[in-house]
């Protein structure tokens, strides 16, 4: 082990020659003919040498190349996070400017899912350069999808409601979250109305690809559905070709999950649930830094296109 990228000189074979007359005696014969052979390699040295190492210092190399490789992995994680700090912060996308809609699909304006969704937006506005809006469906109409041919769906919805001011916003945004009491363990009416008209934006060129979708549920016990309404707005809003994200790697389960304690005690306020608020947190921040990402990248309006070859949709 002495020997590692050294050429064998004059000294190493001296060292050698003493070590071999400390080696067991049955090794010796074996060493003493093999001798003459070694004015070669550090690799042929390396194998003779491990003849007689004891398990002891093979024990004691390897804790030390283990150590060797836990600090490179370190070093290797530090820079891979500058450099993503760097790119979101400081670098590529420090200065690029980004919108992220917040919509809220509770009936209620003072309920608990507004309070996960701000603070979702609270914690992307940290961030340089990000700019947010939260929509409440609550009290506003959002009529049925009317299943339109699909020729016949694209460029402009033909239902006037509430959707005409919020097709313009959704062509502006570059991240979106979508929050929801969770409803029999999935999102809300007002969510799956306002997700049914996003499909003429589908239809037109996919409008809403590559936009960064994070969600947020909030259910009344604390295994209410949470996880399975995010799924459910996740699944949906992947037909958008939109880009997923979830709370980062604090938590990293699915999407934001918050608990209002609507039957336990209802006395308790959101702020008290700190596990739920900071997934919330993390939802915020991934979707505001990715989406700097995507935008400073250019890949924004990139549409993989579809072969024709393969048949019809
Ligand atoms: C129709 C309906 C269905 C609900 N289903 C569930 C459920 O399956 N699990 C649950 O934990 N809470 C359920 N809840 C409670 C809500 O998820 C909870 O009160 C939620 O926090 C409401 O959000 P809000 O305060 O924004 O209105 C339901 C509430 C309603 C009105």
Redesign the pocket.
Known sequence: MFFIGVGISQSHLLLLRLILKNAPNDKQEKIHLDTANIMGTDDKIQKYLKNYSTPETEAMEEKREMQELKTEITKLRQSLSDIHMGAVSGGIAGHTRVKIIGI?G???K??????YLRTAMNAAEEIENVETEIIELAGKEIKPCLGCKSDKCGGTCIISDYMQELYPKLRGCDGLILAS?????TF?GQLKLFIDRLRVMRHSNFELGNVVVGTIA?????????EITNLDLIQSMMRHNTIIVNDGTAVCQLGAT???H??DDPSLKTDTDNYGMETAVGIGKCVAEIAKVVKASGLQNTVYKYNQKIGKR
């Open positions: 809220c509770s009936p209620h003072k309920g608990s899912t507004i309070d009491p969770s409803y029999f363990g809300s909030v259910a009344g016990r604390r295994h209410g559905g949470q918050g608990w209002s609507t039957f």
